[in-house]
């Protein structure tokens, strides 16, 4: 009798072993797949685990193995990759397999929720309403309308309805008539476009043809360009192509406050199904986003750190902007570094992966520098703007006043005189005795 390996949620850093349901038909047995969600007895409770692997043995006698409950999935909902990357997460963070793989579905499938793919309801006409001739029910308009339009195109979206002056009211009247009636249908994967991006300077250039000489294999890349330098461009003209080639992106930002700015932009350069996942979605809204990534309908994936363990269907580019941001770094429960783990993701899903930032980590800079990465500069700012002049006074020897020096305060005056604001940086917080 085979035996279930099952990854529970639990401080425990173990597997658990469980005999199969017995009600499960022995052809569906052998078609099982690590990834698929298992509902078993745990202690006095019954939970969802993951189906991490099916094994011949156990080190528990047969006898006291509890048998699992029931299969909550068919098919996995947990990728190999992603599966393998979890398992690699577990070994290199000591944290419990189950832990991390509950952290890498959405909340309601982690209670062990059923999950079915999202759809979409449509509107089509019945056998009664095929039959109708056109200008049929002429003294209710608003369902003449929708008749007509069920006529012309077969079936309309019911999200539709209101942007075409039919309101759900109307829709349900015609239905009550026995003329129409809605139907489930899961979104269509739609082939995403671009518009125009911008000129490239050389080292922008260069950069993208790096990335790009090699769409379908590992390979890092530290793009350290100085702020202004046009890395976002860089970026998304390796998402036109990855898009291009049918594949998927996954871009991770460090903080929830980027993320309208940053989406506002993709949405102006793609025409592309766009999903964002961080920790302020809904639990709904979240599951949602999580199915279309998953189902390979959401073309851009843009998320916080935790949208490193986002499931995806094809994935083909991953990006990890400012790099070096400490909230990369998650500080309680799993501790993790997702720019971290999206290398090493990259590297199991044999993709490139690029590491932006103007002030690259020591970590990322050791690793070009000993060849691991390949580093790409980009030392000149786009659109021929120029950069800020700095200047280091030594201030041990003058005279100061208010603990600034002449040289400071001169340069001070002329910008206000010119209009302009000044900021200084102090380096006391709080009481400072000498401002």
């Known amino acids: 009798m085979p035996v279930f390996r099952i990854a529970i949620a639990s401080p425990l850093r173990r597997l658990f072993d469980y005999s199969p349901p017995p009600d499960l038909p022995l052809e569906q047995l052998t078609k099982l797949r690590p990834g698929i969600r298992v509902q078993v007895p745990f202690g006095a409770r019954q939970v969802a685990g993951i189906l ?18 029931h299969l909550i999935d068919q098919t996995p909902i947990i990728s190999e990759s992603l599966l393998q990357l979890c398992r690699w997460a577990a070994v290199y963070y000591k944290h419990p397999l189950g832990e991390i793989l509950a952290a890498a579905l959405p909340t309601r499938l982690r209670r062990g929720e059923a999950h079915s793919p999202i759809t979409d309801t449509w509107w089509q006409l019945t056998i009664d309403g095929k039959g109708l001739p056109a200008g049929a029910l002429r003294r209710a308009p608003r369902q003449a309308r929708l008749l007509e339009l069920l006529q012309q195109r077969g079936s309309v979206a019911a999200a539709e309805l209101p942007e075409l002056g039919i309101s759900a009211a109307v829709a349900r009247q ?6 129409a009636e809605t139907v489930e249908h899961c979104p269509p994967i739609e082939q995403a476009s671009c518009h125009p991006g911008l000129a490239l300077n050389e080292e922008q250039a260069l950069a993208v043809k790096a990335v790009g000489s090699a769409p379908h294999q590992f390979g890092c890349f ?11 461009e860089v970026y998304l003209q390796l998402i036109e192509r990855t898009l ?4 998927q992106a996954l871009i991770l930002i460090p903080e929830i406050g980027l993320t309208p700015q940053t989406l506002a932009r993709f949405q102006r350069r793609f025409s592309a199904h766009i999903v964002v996942l961080h920790s302020g979605l809904t ?31 094809n994935p083909g580019l991953i990006v990890v902007d400012e790099e070096h ?24 899903e044999n993709i490139p992966i690029i590491l932006g930032s103007a002030t690259p980590s020591l970590e990322s800079l050791g690793n070009a520098l000993a060849g691991r990465y390949t580093h790409l500069r980009l030392r000149e700012r786009a659109n021929a703007s120029t950069l800020p002049e700095f200047e280091t006074l030594d201030i041990r020897r003058q005279l100061l006043e208010g603990g600034m020096s002449a040289a400071l305060l001169q340069a001070i005056g002329q910008e206000l005189k010119s209009g302009n604001q000044v900021l200084l940086f102090l380096n006391r917080r709080g009481f400072a005795p000498t401002l």
């Open 52 to 69: 991490v692997e099916v094994s011949e043995k156990s080190e528990v006698a047969p006898k006291k193995l509890r048998a699992a409950l």
């Open 174 to 179: 015609v239905r009550d008539k026995g003329l």
């Open 222 to 232: 530290l793009l350290n360009g100085v702020t202004g330098s046009g890395k976002t």
């Open 244 to 247: 291009s080639a049918g594949r």
């Open 283 to 313: 639990d709904l809204a979240r599951l949602q986003a999580w199915d279309a990534a998953r189902s390979g309908r959401a073309h851009i994936v843009l998320g916080t750190r935790s949208a490193i363990f986002t499931s995806l269907r």
């Open 325 to 348: 941001d400490t909230s990369f770094k998650q500080q309680e429960g799993f501790r993790y570094s997702a720019r971290d783990l999206a290398v090493k993701r990259a590297q199991l």
